[in-house]
């Protein structure tokens, strides 16, 4: 029996071992099939891509090679025909074009656009720029000959003012690739990233001109980006250079919050204290307010450009996917949201102020269709001002007075009345001309201007000037009433218009409500005819402070709804922080820089609420005012111009912060200390050299600078009218006194902006190779583009000990300062 147990048991054992075997043996298995499987699927796109191609489609390219002609969807993008029938059909019949000129009109639209250069017209040494351009670069230009193409000599634009305006038939593609225009290319590009040139399409530079821009107009631009024109205004404001703080300022507004810092970059160029970027939707821009005289008042804008959204097909020449895609709906979509901005503009229009309504579309229905709606709306507090003589030889065809919509089926429409029901949705009767011939005249709609590409070969345009003689009618209406007694409606007071727009009130029109509003649903029907009266102009202290009307709540007139909290979108900003006049930062500064007792310390801001402040900027003090009191309503994206940057070490030498090259004009005047005077060779030395040797300097600087303890200095040289020759404007850099070197703090552009006006040639080869004359110049901008953090370069070991003193003083990885993009 013991036998017999132990046998059972064994083959028990056996079993299970058994088992065990054959389980580790299907687990192998399992394993062996998984792995050939991931290789084989790893190897199928590598057995495709070697697998060869048949002979014939290799030996009839040369050296073996697929060309780019034939080779399927990797070829490339097809060049875009410049056909559209649609288009071509749409401005025959509405004789947009005189007669006779439609073919040289079509054909032009075909051609590229030319080149086209404006020179800042607010810096000093815009004359300086002026004279190198005529004297060097064009006439280097001039009877080349690239791609069988001759280039003709730049010409300046005869309607703008100063010669300060340029163009030639080069292309952009002519420019980039050509190696015989490498050093003009060069210089528009350095001279643009300075701020002294902008490259600019030349009917775009039309608005801000017809704005007659003062320095100390309140400028509002709504739709600002990319901020070719926002530039141009700022240069308007800042005609005087003497005056560092101009009494005016420019809000640029856009709702794409990305688009925003491409409109912070454009803007910060100028190093201006008088520029506000915010991001809002420019259809519903809120009403600011700012303090006057110690009391709330509502801001209204002397100047405001309203460059709407709009279809595009003026800039063909340069955007030639707007071929392919133009349809007439586009137009049709935009023209509702193109009156709610022009609305919202006139409103925050000061009366007597001036806007301009400008699209870079050829079509009535985003032009004298927008503006015919809007002068009826206005029921006679808008005029089209005569511009005809603003610009003397600038070619323009007047504005028209009677067209038809048509559809992307192509069904035309001459009135409202002809729109099927179906379409209400799509067409709406502002889209239309008015039907009262006699209101029509009144409007005098052939004051607009157009532009054709043909006449003056450019893009095309449309502008139109309005200048605001009264309020708006919407905003001198009472709000209507809880009870309809007429013994209670006389004694309402008058709701403030001004705060309406910003609690979504129902007086203000938009597209839905009042494209239609005809007078008698202006006024309320439960308001005696009466008592219907005007408010104070806008703009008057007697304007009520507090939205919230206390008096009215007891005459139970219906309040506005509580205003909402703004939603804010994109990125979120760091804060704006104004300093006090007690702020134990301003006394080292002040004592380090002597500066003048007027200098407006309440003016000087930071971007962080704790820990040590980065960089100092400045506002001017209206910009100061409104954003003290707007923080709640607008978000801010981008203000003021750097003026002291923080050096750890400089703390050693009397002060923490050294002076910043972008704010160097606006803190000069205020600056009575720590000036060196240099002349022409010094400017030479100081650029072109990375630590000079104070011994290497003139005498008269050598001996200056000898004086001053270690740190921040203003290098400043001043015209000699003895010397023809020299540059006769000043020149202020920012620099630094070591032991016993001086060097000068300026970015790689501006560097080589300043060394041509002095007359030294600078170029780099695509190579990055340098020519003999500008070897120094080139290294030390190489060097500079280090200090400075804000420009691409090479790194450069520091050679002298002082150096080491400024190698911490900038922070370029501070988060949203004012001047990032």
């Avoid at 193409?149 to 952009?172: C, F, G, M, V």
Wanted: hydrophobic share 35%; with cysteine; net charge negative.
């Amino acid at each position: 029996m013991e036998i017999f147990n132990i046998v059972a048991s064994g083959k028990r054992e056996f079993s299970r071992s058994n088992r065990r075997v054959q389980f580790m043996i299907q687990l192998v298995k399992t394993h062996r099939r998984f792995i050939s499987r991931v290789i084989c699927i790893s190897n199928m796109g590598r057995r495709n891509r070697n697998r060869q191609r048949p002979q014939q489609n290799r030996d009839d390219r040369p050296g073996g090679k697929r060309s780019r002609d034939d080779a399927g969807w990797g070829s490339g993008y097809s060049e875009i025909v410049k056909e559209n029938k649609l288009f071509e059909h749409y401005y025959t019949e509405l004789k947009i074009v005189p007669e006779g000129e439609f073919e040289k009109f079509m054909d032009s639209m075909r051609e590229p656009l030319p080149a086209t250069i404006r020179i800042t017209g607010y810096k000093s040494h815009a004359k300086e720029i002026l004279h190198t351009l005529k004297e060097k670069y064009f006439k280097e230009v001039q009877d080349l000959e690239v791609d069988g193409q001759k280039i003709e000599a730049p010409q300046p634009l005869s309607w703008y003012p100063d010669e300060l305006a340029w163009h030639t038939n080069l292309s952009r593609k002519i420019l980039r690739k050509s190696p015989l225009l490498e050093k003009f290319h060069q210089f528009l590009v350095s001279e643009t990233e300075s701020g002294n040139i902008s490259r600019q399409e030349a009917v775009s530079m039309l608005p801000p001109l017809l704005l007659k821009i003062e320095p100390h107009h309140k400028i509002l631009d709504l739709c600002a980006a990319p901020g070719s024109k926002t530039a141009q205004l700022i240069e308007m404001l800042h005609s005087d250079m003497d005056v560092p703080f101009p009494e005016g300022f420019v809000i640029a507004n856009d709702v794409d919050n990305k688009r925003c810092y491409l409109l912070v970059h454009q803007a910060k160029r100028l190093n201006s204290p008088c520029i506000m970027v915010v991001n809002h939707d420019a259809s519903i821009f809120p009403r600011l307010q700012f303090d006057r005289d110690g009391k709330k008042d509502v801001l209204f804008y002397d100047r405001i450009l309203c460059d709407v959204p709009c279809s595009g097909d003026g800039t063909m020449r340069k955007n030639i996917d707007v071929w392919k895609k133009w349809t007439t709906a586009n137009s049709l979509q935009l023209h509702g949201l193109q009156l709610r901005i022009a609305v919202r503009g006139v409103e925050q229009l000061a009366v007597g102020g001036r806007m301009v309504y400008s699209t870079c579309s050829l079509n009535p229905v985003e032009d004298e269709a927008v503006i015919a709606a809007l002068l009826e709306k206005s029921e006679g507090a808008l005029e089209l001002a005569d511009a005809s003589g603003d610009l003397p030889g600038l070619k323009y065809m007047p504005g028209i007075t009677s067209w038809k919509l048509m559809t992307k089926e192509g069904q035309w429409y001459s009135d409202w009345s002809e729109v099927p029901t179906r379409r209400h949705t799509q067409i709406r009767p502002t889209m239309f001309p008015p039907t009262d011939s006699e209101k029509l005249a009144n409007m005098k709609l052939e004051r607009c201007l157009r532009i054709l590409p043909h006449h003056q070969n450019t893009g095309g345009f449309f502008l139109a000037v309005l200048v605001k003689k009264a309020s708006m009618p919407w905003n001198r209406r009472f709000p209507k009433l809880h009870n309809k007694d007429a013994n209670s409606s006389s004694e309402v007071t008058h709701a403030e218009d001004t705060h309406a727009e910003d609690t979504h009130a129902e007086e203000t029109p938009t597209e839905e409500t009042t494209a239609e509003v005809t007078p008698e649903h202006d006024t309320p029907t439960d308001i005696p005819v009466e008592a219907v009266s005007e408010t104070p102009a806008e703009g008057n202290p007697s304007v009520p402070d507090d939205p919230d009307l206390p008096e009215a709540k007891k005459d139970n007139v219906c309040s506005p709804p509580p205003p909402k909290k703004m939603k804010v979108f994109g990125f979120k900003e760091d804060p704006f922080v104004f300093l006090t006049e007690d702020d134990p930062i301003f006394s080292p500064i002040q004592t380090f820089y002597n500066l003048s007792p007027d200098f407006p310390k309440l003016n000087v801001l930071t971007r962080t609420r704790e820990g040590k402040k980065r960089n100092l900027y400045m506002v001017s003090k209206e910009l100061r005012n409104v954003l003290l009191h707007n923080s709640e309503r607008m978000k801010v994206i981008n203000t003021g111009v750097k003026v002291w940057s923080r050096n750890n070490d400089g703390e050693h030498f009397g002060c923490a912060f050294r002076l910043a090259q972008e704010g160097v004009y606006t803190l000069c005047p205020y600056i009575r200390a720590r000036i060196v005077n240099i002349s022409v060779e010094d400017v030479k030395i100081l650029l072109t050299e990375e630590n000079p040797f104070l011994h290497k300097l003139g005498d008269d600087a050598h001996n200056n600078a000898k004086k001053l303890e270690m740190g921040s200095i203003v290098l400043r040289y001043l015209p000699d009218p003895q010397n023809p020759d020299a540059p006769q404007c000043a020149i202020d850099l920012c620099g630094w006194r070591g032991k016993a070197s001086i060097r000068a703090f300026v970015s790689r552009n501006e560097r080589l902006h300043y060394l041509r006006m002095v007359g030294m040639e600078v170029f780099r080869d695509k190579q990055g190779s340098r020519n003999d004359d500008t070897t120094e110049a080139q290294e030390g901008n190489a060097e500079d583009s280090e200090v400075q953090g804000e420009e691409e370069g090479s790194v450069i070991e520091q050679k002298d000990t002082e150096a080491e003193l400024n190698s911490s003083e900038t922070n370029p990885n501070e988060t949203k300062t004012a001047e990032s993009t």
